[in-house]
């Protein structure tokens, strides 16, 4: 073999990268190189150093065989990007298609903030966030980049009304649910207020004693009062504790949010319910009343209340007298107070008692009129024999009362209604509410009574009477009824009259029956007593005929009574036609 083909050429060629080794040289070089590589794993967080910027990308050395790329777009969160920032990014993909690396820094904050996020569950850790925007039920706010839910419940303690004063602020909450399903995330403010309350609450309930006076927030109002949060602490501020004065709604005088002084007025065992008092702090409004006030004195005040027995006046706030409805009117008639006075009327009174040390007042309003009895004119005007109409007010069973004026009142008895009409109850007669004309029969200015009649007003037509139905006059009478004792009559002028049992017998001895029409004869006539006493069976038999004499003052269940006019019994024995004429034409005009 020639010189030539034995020369090593390996021995003096330039040698390339990665050439002029042998193969075992070759293998030992790579091992070498490898071992100075970092081992990465798809869909993981590692930190990686930025070795270049460029108007589109960063690049990233994670200690891979290559560097990644991550968009520049990624990084706007931070002020600037440089050579030499560690920054975490996630292993998207170790080669793709091209032999790049594929890094995510988004991804790598997505996946770093549920590890945060469930770290804060976990361990309860208090995270800060950014509130984003306000949605239904509550806020949105950003904690690492995630959205999480924040409930309305969950802001405050107290309720809030206004949840866009927290959009764009800072706010430290707590992690309270994860639901990686939807990956929703559920966060509470609530809950770190509430722990610095509960050494509020401790050391408010330690120290808490009646009388003492605090400052509150008013969180919440009712038509029965407020309630005040004391610090962790609610109490309830009675509507009728706010004021002296009385009010309809807490809304009247307070707001909500408003802070107010108040004092403790009860609490029981558990200090689980506390009692507050505002009014309290101020001096009582009748230990300033005027030392001038006194009984008959003259008041002005405004009418708060309107009940069923009588008007609260309020001299001032806290100072009310009570005016009863019998002293709104002279009249003895009771009215609904309402008839008189309605809330808010501003008018004026007399004071009729006045107790300062239990702080009560009676007033009256009529004793600003004078009394209509104690009228010089009353002798002259209610004058026995005068005439006057005046209203029935009220009906009982021996008459009825009738008002003539304001606290003018008389007294018409049954018996004085009707001359001719026997009346067991005015109600027969009139109605509450009805006009009647009376003459005055009796006047008692003392005693402030007033006897009236009605029937007085035209004469007494018994006396026509006595010579129509003379003892012996026969006329014709309808039965109306019967019982044990005997029949009432229908008789002539609308009268009745009446027959015992053993005049009812007829002459062929059957007894007279209701509704038959038959001739009777007077037996007994009482002007007085207005009792006609008659006889069918005097028509047939002389033993029964009635005796020619007076007739005894005495009243019995025959007396006369009210009964339909009927026409003249065809009959009728009179002994004087012309009275019973003139007598027929002044009913006839009655009717």
């Not at 107070?337 to 004071?351: R, T």
């Not at 129509?468 to 008789?491: M, Q, R, W, Y």
Request: proline share 2%.
């Amino acid at each position: 073999m020639s010189k030539q083909e034995d020369f090593n050429w390996d021995s003096i060629e330039t040698k390339g990268f990665g050439e002029g080794y042998s193969k075992e040289e070759r293998a030992q070089m790579a091992a070498m190189y490898e071992d100075t590589l970092g081992t990465i794993t798809e869909k993981e967080v590692i930190k990686g150093t930025v070795v270049g910027v460029n108007d589109k990308d960063v690049i990233i050395n994670v200690g891979f065989k290559s560097d990644g790329l991550v968009p520049l777009s990624e990084f706007r969160d931070l002020e600037s990007i440089n050579v030499g920032d560690t920054v975490e990014v996630f292993i998207e993909e170790q080669e793709n298609s091209l032999g790049q690396l594929i890094l995510s820094r988004k991804k790598a904050k997505i996946v770093r903030a549920w590890k945060d996020i469930e770290d804060a569950l976990e361990f309860d850790n208090v995270i800060e966030g950014l509130v984003k925007r306000r949605t239904k039920g509550g806020l949105i706010v950003d904690i690492y980049g995630v959205e999480a839910f924040l409930p309305g419940s969950q802001i405050d303690v107290k309720p809030i009304r206004d949840f866009d004063i927290y959009v764009g602020k800072k706010m430290e909450v707590k992690v309270v649910k994860i639901n990686h399903a939807n990956d929703n995330v559920v966060v509470s403010h609530k809950v770190l207020i509430e722990k610095d309350l509960e050494k509020q609450k401790a050391e408010i309930l330690n120290n808490l004693e009646k009388g003492q006076v605090l400052e509150g927030v008013i969180k919440n109002m009712t038509n029965f009062g407020v309630f005040i949060d004391l610090g962790g602490v609610d109490g309830l501020l009675h509507i009728t504790d706010i004021s002296w004065g009385r009010i309809n709604h807490p809304e009247e005088v307070l707001q909500l949010d408003q802070k107010v002084q108040i004092v403790v007025l009860d609490f029981d065992d558990d200090k689980k319910r506390i009692s507050l008092g505002m009014k309290q702090l101020t001096a009582h409004p009748w230990d300033s009343l005027a030392s001038s006030l006194e009984i008959g004195s003259r008041v002005k005040g405004k009418i708060v209340n309107v009940a069923d027995y009588g008007a609260f006046l309020e001299l001032a706030p806290g100072v009310e007298g009570l005016i009863h409805v019998s002293e709104m009117s002279w009249s003895q008639h009771l009215r609904n107070p309402a008839d008189f006075v309605k809330v808010s009327d501003e008018i004026e009174a007399v004071v009729l008692t006045l107790d300062k040390d239990d702080r009560k007042m009676s007033l009256g309003i009529k004793q600003l009129t004078e009394d209509p009895w104690t009228k010089n004119d009353m002798g002259t005007k209610y004058a026995v024999g005068s005439k006057h109409t005046g209203v029935v007010r009220n009906l009982t069973n021996f008459g009825l009362f009738l008002e003539l004026e304001e606290g003018i009142d008389g007294l018409v008895h049954v018996s004085d209604l009707s001359w001719t009409k026997k009346i067991k109850h005015p109600s027969e007669f009139v109605k509450v509410g009805d006009e009647l004309a009376v003459a005055v029969l009796e006047l008692d200015v003392d005693n402030r009574r007033l006897a009236l009649g009605h029937k007085q007003l035209e004469e007494n037509p018994w006396d026509t009477f006595e010579s129509v139905f003379p003892i012996g006059s026969e006329h014709k009478c309808t039965v109306v009824s019967k019982n044990d004792k005997g029949a009432v009559l229908e008789l002539p002028y609308g009268l009745e009259g009446f027959a015992t049992v053993k005049n009812l017998e007829k002459e062929d001895g059957s007894q007279v029956e209701v509704g038959e029409s038959l001739d009777f004869k007077v037996s007994e006539f009482s002007k007085d007593d207005k009792r006609i006493v008659l006889s069918h069976t005097a028509m047939f038999r002389e033993d029964a005929k009635p005796a020619k004499k007076e007739a005894k003052k005495k009243s019995d269940s025959g007396s006369a009574s009210t009964s339909t006019s009927s026409a003249p019994a065809e009959k009728s024995t009179l002994g004087d036609l012309d009275a019973l004429t003139q007598l027929k034409e002044q009913m006839e005009g009655k009717k």
